[in-house]
């Protein structure tokens, strides 16, 4: 079931504060919308998950971060649910 924007803020908010338990809690909910694919992608990635990371950045249709770091991918995914 896709997560309102709310919800999806929420994530978003947890992993600004680095808490990736919470981020996950929410966006697990949801397994088909990219952005909440892409979230779930960078919980793993803040996790240490690598492999699990690339899966969700598949899912999410969107290029894996080599390189790049969380905090700027989070800004990104920020500007993304505020488009």
Known sequence: MPL???ELAA???ALERG?????HRIVQQDEASPLAC???GIVHL???DTA???YWYRAARRRFPEGVA???EIA???EALNA
Not at 19 to 23: F, G, I, S
């Open 46 to 48: 803040m996790e240490g």
């Open 19 to 23: 808490d990736w338990q919470a981020a």
């Open 70 to 72: 969380l905090a700027a």
């Open 52 to 54: 699990n990371a690339r």
């Open 38 to 40: 892409w979230a779930h």
């Open 4 to 6: 309102a924007q709310s």
């Open 76 to 78: 990104q995914l920020k």
């Open 11 to 13: 994530a978003v908010a």
